[in-house]
């Protein structure tokens, strides 16, 4: 094998050109990244270890080592891990560019102050970093395993890099950075020794610390405490060390918004440590995307992101779990029913929701931030999770017709707040809070004082179906069947109301019902309605218009549903309708007026009328009159 010259990939070279000029202070980050990169990788031989003795031949002591050279210039940073390839070289450090690394960019691109520290941990491309301290970095790396060759990668960071043939006679990977003149101080032991602490203390391997170009001595302290922080007493753990970890752990770098830690005894014995980002990751919303907890068993890092230890709508709590209970060698679909694991996820999913019921008890504000974040998510479970239904009602919040533009009320705030005369909890479903407080349903609800929950998040079509009641309360749309409300004397009085003007209504809603029979299925007096003419309603079980015009946007097929007009028998403009009609049933302003109430009822749930250009035109007519 020769040496050979490659081109970086065109994404890997826009992120490199950001990271070599970048003029940033927190440079001092790459050794948080290449140091993490060195633990992964011991943590995957390991793992694979499990499964391959041989991969073990050399009887490895895991360890780190970063070495400073004064004379040379020069910081390595050594790892006994699984090595790489050539091939493996090649793809991971310059062909391959990661889902993250496009991410990278197209997130520099929209925005016009970045970061560029902050923003290499959280999409995954922390070995670039080595470039905003060195001007040259090489990798020399032998992959475990047998027959294998050492490879070294060199690269100046501008455009293309080298790979040939090494010498490495243990498997596992240096990297040498040839520093920058003025980033020496990376080469001092005092500097080294604070960004480990600061950055890499609770790291499982011990990192040692070489000068003058010679390894450590083997009786030198590791520069780390190594103790895995989920394992400590939690008044032992600062919050500097929870928060570095969760940055580790997440490529978060926003401190997490909040912390479990939990040791459980019992049936089945596990710790656990648990983050609830501050905010939704750039990946959260995509398809696939990778979630979960970092499982340990006994120590030995089984894999990251094991889906089945959280259910799916808690899929943005970042952490690990450490459980003896369970077997080592055991592949990942043998864990997807096993009933350890099943107690462990319904453990941690108790205890996720029981925190998140203190802090919206505790910490409304936060709550609050949370919910924007992830509140979308979590709604999700209403659906697949009944066990903790209970649980989950209590967590979500909608807007409300009482509530102020942008904000939220808990089921509970709704339930206490409710008149004694109110026995349902209202709701509608539409596309956006705006449309649903311009809606004339809630007149006759907020007369009566009664409040009405807006279901405006798309997911909110199904969280309604999931419902049903709370403390006893049934759940009502109030854009569906006959909408009754008030206690008995309210709802008897309302009846005979209704009855007196339907009687004297009836040819007119004959005649409406005939006029407009391919648009309404029915035609009838409205007890909803105060200040508005008329509405639009659904049958008890018809789809919302909202749903309707989901499912057709996503290409379903639906069939057209017919809605009921209701009108307000108290609205002058339905007496002057009743007057028209009464004097000349073949009057053309009658049909003027018609199309124009119905028109209205239309826009006023967020559908568009029939033929906008008859409307303008009947209403430009009726405005010179
Ligand atoms: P990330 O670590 O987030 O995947 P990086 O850019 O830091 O992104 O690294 C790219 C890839 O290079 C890693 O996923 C890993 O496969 C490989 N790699 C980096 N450092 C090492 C190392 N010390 N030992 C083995 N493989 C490594």
Request: some cysteine.
């Amino acid at each position: 094998m020769a040496r050979k010259k490659h081109t970086f990939k065109a994404e890997i070279q826009q992120v490199l050109d950001l990271v070599v000029h970048s003029l940033y202070s927190k440079k001092e980050i790459f050794l948080r990244e290449l140091i993490s990169n060195a633990s992964d990788a011991i943590d995957r031989a390991q793992y694979s270890a499990l499964t391959d003795k041989s991969l073990l031949s050399d009887d490895p002591d895991w360890e780190i080592t970063i070495v400073a050279d004064k004379k040379e210039n020069t910081l390595m940073i050594s790892d006994n891990g699984m090595g790489m390839s050539e091939d493996e070289l090649d793809k991971n450090l310059g062909i391959i560019a990661s889902s993250g690394t496009k991410a990278f960019v197209n997130a520099l691109k929209a925005e016009k102050e970045v970061d560029v520290p902050e923003l290499i941990g959280q999409f995954g491309v922390g070995f670039y970093s080595a470039f905003m301290v060195a001007e040259q970095v090489e990798v020399i790396t032998l992959r475990r395993g047998k027959n294998q060759q050492a490879v070294k990668w060199v690269s100046e960071g501008t455009g293309s890099y080298t790979i040939e043939p090494a010498a490495r006679e243990v498997p596992g990977t240096t990297i040498v950075l040839k520093l920058r003149e003025d980033q020496k101080e990376y080469l001092d032991q005092w500097k080294i020794r604070e960004l480990v602490k600061k950055y890499s203390d609770f790291i499982a391997y011990p990192i040692r610390f070489g000068e003058d170009g010679e390894p450590p001595k083997d009786d030198s302290e590791p520069l780390n405490a190594m103790t895995a922080l989920w394992k400590r007493p939690k008044e032992e753990v600062s919050e500097q060390e929870y928060n570095e970890f969760y940055t580790h752990l997440s490529h978060d770098h926003q401190s997490p918004l909040k912390l479990i830690h939990l040791s459980v005894e019992g049936v089945v014995e596990f710790r656990a440590l648990l983050y609830i980002p501050a905010q939704a990751g750039f990946d959260l919303m995509l398809p696939n995307q990778k979630h979960g907890l970092n499982l340990y068993v006994r120590n030995v890092l089984i894999g990251s992101d094991f889906e089945m230890l959280l259910p799916d709508y808690l899929r943005f709590v970042k952490g690990v779990v450490d459980s003896s209970d369970l077997p080592l060698n055991v592949s990942r679909e043998m864990l997807q029913d096993d009933a350890v694991v099943r107690k462990i996820r319904s453990s941690l999913t108790g205890k996720i929701l029981n925190s998140l019921t203190e802090m919206m008890r505790d910490e409304p504000e936060k709550y609050r931030n949370f919910y924007v974040a992830f509140g979308r998510i979590l709604k999700e479970g209403l659906h697949s999770d009944w066990e903790n239904s209970d649980k989950l009602k209590k967590l979500i919040m909608f807007p409300s017709a009482k509530t102020e533009q942008g904000y939220m009320i808990s089921l509970t705030d709704y339930v206490q707040a409710m008149p004694q005369n109110q026995s349902e909890i209202y709701y509608l479903i539409a596309e956006d809070e705006k449309t649903a407080r311009q809606s004339p349903l809630l007149e006759m609800l907020a007369e009566r004082g009664f409040d009405v929950l807006f279901l405006i998040d798309p997911i909110d079509q199904w969280v309604a179906q999931s419902l049903n009641e709370f403390e006893n309360k049934k759940f009502t749309a109030i854009d569906k069947g006959e909408l009754q409300f008030g206690d008995e004397k309210d709802q008897q009085d309302l009846k005979e109301k209704l009855q007196q003007s339907s009687e004297s209504f009836k040819e007119l809603i004959d005649y409406i019902k005939n006029k407009l029979s391919d648009d309404v299925k029915e035609v009838r007096l409205s007890s909803r309605l105060k200040g508005s003419p008329a509405c639009l309603v659904a049958d008890e079980n018809a789809l919302s218009p909202a749903m309707e015009r989901m499912m057709r946007a996503m290409n379903q097929e639906v069939p057209r549903q017919l809605r009921i007009l209701e009108l307000n028998a108290e609205h002058p403009l339905i007496g002057k309708l009743k007057k028209l009609f009464e004097a000349d049933p073949s009057d053309q302003l009658l049909n003027d007026y018609l199309e124009l109430i119905f028109g209205q009822s239309l826009l006023s749930e967020g559908a568009a009328v029939k033929d906008p250009q008859r409307f303008n035109q009947i209403l430009s007519e009726l405005m010179l009159k």
